[in-house]
């Protein structure tokens, strides 16, 4: 139990177009998700929280226009990275937080999707 | 704002040896987590410390919590080379909303 997964898991992209990336709780309703970015050999920085029903809370530098997250049902968040630059460039990685029967105080990583913009 | 460090950042030591990965973090908590990365890929959970003094274990690590110093320790006993990779503490600042250490990359040689 407890899986989260992340689509694509890889994505090439040229600058000035937009990218979506999907996270999933697959056997279990996330309440909370978190949207993290890690630069190489760099540690994680949480970029925003969404909620389901209510819009994302983003982290003091982060541009919310920019990364646009969407949390609209229990199960599926969705990041759009707009107009990317090579900047955005990144790894991308998701948590998500909800009712799993036996585990508490943890949220669950997604696999994480790595950006290359050109 | 809470601040979150580890060290050493950098680690290479022999199979067999003995060693201690140190977090620190700048104010009140009520929890740590520890993870492990390998190269390439997400986070995978090791341990959740949720209050002074806790200690877990699970094969040849260990890890445990201190918050009146606010200092938690990752040990790791008698390496083996199955370890090596990029450990993570990771500080929950409220709501779950965690700020992560730097990280320390573990290389273990036969």
Known sequence: GAVVSQHPSRVICKSGTSVKIECRSLDFQ?????WYRQFPKKSLMLMATSNEGSKATYEQGVEKDKFLINHASLTLSTLTVTSAHPEDSS???????????????????????????? | ???????????????????TIYCNYSTTSDRLYWYRQDPGKSLESLFVLLSNGAVKQEGRLMASLDTKARLSTLHI?????DLSATYFCAVDRGAQKLVFGQGTRLTINP
């Open chain 2, 1 to 19: 704002e809470l601040k979150v460090e580890q060290n050493p950042l950098f680690l290479s030591m022999q199979e067999g040896k003995n060693y």
């Open chain 1, 91 to 118: 790894f991308y990685i998701c948590s998500a937080r909800g009712s799993v029967a036996g585990i508490h105080n943890e949220q669950f990583f997604g696999p994480g999707t790595r950006l290359t913009v050109l």
């Open chain 2, 77 to 81: 006993t008698a390496a083996v080379h």
């Open chain 1, 30 to 34: 996330a309440t909370t998700m978190f």
